[in-house]
């Protein structure tokens, strides 16, 4: 079975900082995606990005971007010019096609003004 | 935007009583999931729906729970006899293909 390992349980910094969330999975899968959801105080789940297991490309969304290391089973989310509305739980998810998604524990970020 | 619904935000019950979570997944989806959060807990599916019938479910997922799609919008998740443990967050996902996962708002289900 599939697990998704975050081991930061909390984070904080300063506004407009730059953070990096770590996220390790383990699988013995080729093909698969990988996810990461902002949880904010309203508890919705709310998609920030996603990778393609055969995509060797590191996806980005404008502030938000990865680094996918597929050997390693490696997935961190970095967000660069950190603002107040970052402040969130974030989940890594991982999933193979039309599955279900497997969520690691989540990491508290808090941006500090 | 198109967005995946849920109703109701928040529903209290009794210990024993029967509940029914509904959910509106965006319209041309053809992949429906149910997962649950305990507060301060990870994310744990529960069951996923397609082609009428259920694909895959979990061990949480047993004979209490039952999903249903009762027409072409409504995604129901129906809990026979709640228990004080059922009490949580439930969120309804959609999927148009086998790729990215869209979650509605969430029911917060609270069992006294």
């Known amino acids: 079975a599939q697990t998704v390992t975050q081991s930061q349980p909390e984070m904080s910094v300063q506004e407009a900082e730059t953070v990096t969330l770590s996220c390790t999975y383990d699988t013995s899968e080729s093909n698969y995606y990988l996810f990461w959801y902002k949880q904010p105080p309203s508890r919705q789940m709310i998609l920030v990005i996603r990778q393609e297991a055969y995509k060797q490309q590191n996806a980005t969304e404008n502030r938000f971007s990865v680094n996918f290391q597929k050997a390693a089973k490696s997935f961190s989310l970095k967000i660069s010019d950190s603002q107040l509305g970052d402040t969130a739980m974030y989940f890594c998810a991982f999933m193979k096609a039309a599955q279900k998604l497997v969520f690691g524990q989540g990491t508290r970020l808090t941006i500090n003004p | 935007e198109p967005e995946v619904t849920q109703t109701p935000s928040h529903q209290v019950t009794q210990m024993g009583q029967e509940v029914i979570l509904r959910c509106v997944p965006i319209?041309?989806?053809?992949?429906f999931y149910w997962y649950r959060q305990i507060l301060g807990q990870k994310v744990e599916f529960l069951v996923s729906f397609y082609n009428n019938e259920i694909s895959e479910k979990s061990e949480i997922f047993d004979d209490q729970f039952s999903v249903e799609r009762p027409d072409g919008s409504n995604f129901t998740l129906k809990i026979r006899s709640t228990k004080l443990e059922d009490s949580a967050m439930y969120f309804c996902?959609?999927?148009?293909?086998?790729?990215?996962?869209?979650f509605g708002p969430g029911t917060r289900l609270t069992v006294l």
């Open positions: 996902a959609s999927s148009a293909d086998t790729d990215t996962q869209y």
């Open positions: 319209s041309n989806h053809l992949y």
